[in-house]
């Protein structure tokens, strides 16, 4: 099946500072990549659709300033968090959307953050 | 909340047994997709079932959905400790056909 990856799997930074993370689809080019978000024992919420060469559209209440997102290729996108907090550690997990195997989507392994 | 309710929200069983997990959900869906996390990692793809159908088998998973109840149930039959693991049922909607709308979760726990 599809691969992706992410970069790096877990990541301490201190509060004030930027962190990014890495989405990479290695055996297949997506046009739509999704960014999750989970909390310890909670489910996985989509903070928002990556599209190569767009804007990124962010759901409700997510803040697009302070989660930065790019797709500059077809098979990359990044998310950049902006002055990490410690409020924003958690799992972060990006999807691609394989577009021949129809609505499957395809998850990396995850990235840890944590914010001291 | 758009999110999707399951239930049970932990599920402890002995290897052998039958582990059965439900999921409902609020809107019109095109298909309802289960997938597995283990503790820490990413998701597995498990199965998709599309809306038109009422039960699909993969192996030892079994699932059904039933769009009037807006419900879906997943089986695993003869479980191993291997399963243990996370389970999230996932949705995509009718009018909106990229997002995946995530329920909340069942842990289950398969003891030797």
């Known amino acids: 099946g599809a691969v992706v990856s992410q970069h790096p799997s877990w990541v301490i930074c201190k509060s004030g500072t930027s962190v990014k993370i890495e989405c990479r689809s290695l055996?297949?080019?997506?046009?739509?990549m999704f960014w999750y978000r989970q909390f310890p024992k909670q489910s996985l919420m989509l903070m928002a659709t990556?599209?190569?060469?767009?804007?990124?559209?962010?759901e409700q209440g997510v803040e697009k300033d302070k989660f930065l997102i790019n797709h500059a290729s077809l098979t990359l996108s990044t998310l950049t968090v902006t002055s990490a907090h410690p409020e924003d550690s958690s799992f972060y997990i990006c999807?691609?959307?394989?577009?021949?195997?129809?609505?499957?989507?395809?998850f990396g392994p995850g990235t840890r953050l944590t914010v001291l | 909340s758009q999110q999707g309710e399951e239930d049970p929200q932990a599920l402890s069983i002995q290897e052998g047994e039958n582990a059965t997990m439900n999921c409902s959900y609020k809107?019109?869906?095109?298909?309802l997709q289960w997938y597995r996390q283990n503790s820490g990692r990413g998701l597995v793809h498990l199965i998709l079932?599309?809306?038109?159908?009422r039960e699909k088998h993969s192996g030892r998973l079994r699932v059904t959905l039933d769009t009037s109840k807006k419900s879906s149930s997943l089986l695993i039959t003869a479980s191993r400790a291997a399963d243990t693991a996370s389970y999230f049922c996932?949705?995509?909607?009718?009018?909106?056909?990229?997002?995946?709308?995530f329920g909340t979760g069942t842990r289950l726990q398969v003891f030797p």
């Open positions: 990556s599209n190569e060469g767009s804007k990124a559209t962010y």
């Open positions: 996932a949705t995509l909607r009718s009018y909106n056909t990229d997002k995946l709308i």
């Open positions: 809107t019109s869906i095109n298909n």
């Open positions: 055996d297949f080019q997506a046009t739509t």
């Open positions: 079932i599309r809306s038109n159908e």
């Open positions: 999807s691609a959307r394989v577009e021949t195997s129809g609505d499957e989507q395809f």
